[in-house]
């Protein structure tokens, strides 16, 4: 898991785009650190009895980005970055879903204090099954109904907007991840409240 973030990045380092001889600026100006809670397919997904359709999901997620001005543009930079939604788990434990996003955006800063992003990531979900088997009411009968037992994975290429707040070194923000964007039937929406801190880069 660690070996894949730090493949991550070194290869964005190795393809940083080099600026002009004269220029101090460096590659990388900020490193940021995140912190918040995603939902995913918001209101995709049953979430009770009565049929009511979940619209906010508290789903832990960190994650870690590189802020890279673009030569000749003081307001537009290309952001990079890792989040991983922590580990959850369904039917008493026994199914386990890890989500990893690689994610690319191009940002412009509006304002001192706004920043706007539009990009792209590779969605990868990671389904582990512990098997084993549970026992369900079915009609007058109960049946048994058995889980995975094997490891599932997924990639999805999402279509990503994102509003963010700064003040100081810290920032909130609003991310949106569209799957499918291009077919109707097919589209989903998921969303992230971010919690994030700048680090310079002396």
């Known amino acids: 898991m660690f070996r894949i973030i730090i493949l991550f990045f070194f290869c964005l380092l190795l393809g940083a785009p080099v600026h002009a001889a004269g220029r101090s600026n460096s590659v990388i100006k900020d490193f940021y650190f995140n912190l918040g809670t995603h939902t995913e397919f918001y209101n995709g997904i049953q979430k ?11 789903a832990p997620a960190i994650g ?33 879903v890890n989500t990893f996003m690689y994610r ?41 109904f058995y889980y995975p037992s094997e490891n599932r994975s997924s990639l999805n290429n999402t279509f990503d907007l ?16 569209t799957y ?14 971010f919690f994030t801190y700048y680090w310079e880069k002396e």
Do not use: C
């Open 48 to 58: 009770d009895d009565s049929g009511g359709m979940r619209k906010f999901d508290f």
């Open 180 to 193: 499918s964007i291009f077919k109707k039937e097919q589209r989903q929406l998921s969303y992230t409240l």
């Open 64 to 96: 870690l980005g590189l802020v890279m001005p673009i030569p000749s543009s003081e307001y537009w930079s290309f952001l990079p970055e890792f989040n991983w939604v922590l580990p959850k788990t369904y039917e008493e434990s026994n199914i386990i």
């Open 104 to 144: 690319f955006d191009m940002a412009f800063d509006a304002l001192a204090w706004l920043r706007l992003r539009a990009g792209t990531s590779l969605i990868h979900l990671n389904q582990h099954g512990k098997g084993g088997s549970t026992k369900l009411r079915n009609g007058n009968d109960t049946s048994s």
């Open 162 to 177: 994102g509003v963010e707040a700064k003040v100081d070194q810290y920032a909130f923000r609003f991310q949106t991840y």
